[in-house]
């Protein structure tokens, strides 16, 4: 299940959403795979008979139930992770009744590796590890799809979160209306700080108009 808009922050986009690499499901699905082939051996290819056919049926339908447990139980674990990235945030969520998460702010990351082993770069899986400035300093993330890109991604938005935050320093500051400035003259003059006529000047120049002659 993708990950929801609805815990974005104001202006926030998701960047990468990602479930695990089905690497994840391999375990599982060899294990399931080897109980089918010995529970068919054991029901159609054993040469057993009387008690001991009756009892390696029942270990063999226990070993495949028992399998097929285990392959629901990680295919539900793969279809409710994501790791997801964002312009503002790495966020990372797991479970569907019991859930946990981690959210780590762009600005606390400092340094991303990735880990392949021989068969993680064949199939483009490998493990993620972040270090942040924070109480748990360092993450590590298994089976992530494509980790270069992943790292690389993160990077980039790290980049572009830092080049934002320069932007607001230096995006000059909200100007005040003319309207909003003759108002406050108004309410000077009216509690008789300034006279009509200072009233008239300044409005003048608030409006680009040439002020009006002191009498």
């Not at 990351?109 to 199939?123: A, E, S």
């Amino acid at each position: 299940m993708p990950f929801s808009p609805d815990n974005l922050h104001r202006e926030e986009k998701i960047v990468l959403d990602l479930h695990p690499h089905w690497i994840m499901l391999a375990k599982g699905v060899v294990i399931l795979v080897v109980a089918i082939i010995f529970g068919g051996w054991i029901q159609f290819g054993a040469d057993l008979t009387g008690t001991l056919s009756s009892f390696a049926s029942g270990v063999a339908a226990l070993f495949v139930i028992g399998a097929l447990l285990y392959f629901l139980q990680r295919w539900i674990a793969w279809i409710s992770t994501n790791f997801v990235v964002t312009t503002d945030r790495c966020i990372y969520r797991e479970g569907i009744i019991s859930k946990r998460g981690i959210e780590i702010p762009l600005e606390r990351i400092n340094t991303v590796f990735f880990n392949q082993g021989i068969i993680d770069r064949m199939v483009g899986a490998g493990t993620l590890t972040i270090e942040s400035a924070g109480e748990h300093g360092v993450q590590t993330f298994e089976d992530v799809r494509n980790p270069i890109g992943v790292q690389q991604e993160l990077y980039q938005q790290m980049e572009d979160n830092e080049n934002r935050k320069f932007d607001r320093v230096r995006s000059p500051a909200t100007p005040v209306s003319a309207a909003d400035e003759i108002s406050k003259l108004a309410a000077l003059r009216d509690d008789g700080h300034i006279t009509q006529a200072e009233f008239e000047s300044q409005k003048a120049v608030l409006l680009g108009q040439q002020p009006p002659p002191t009498v």
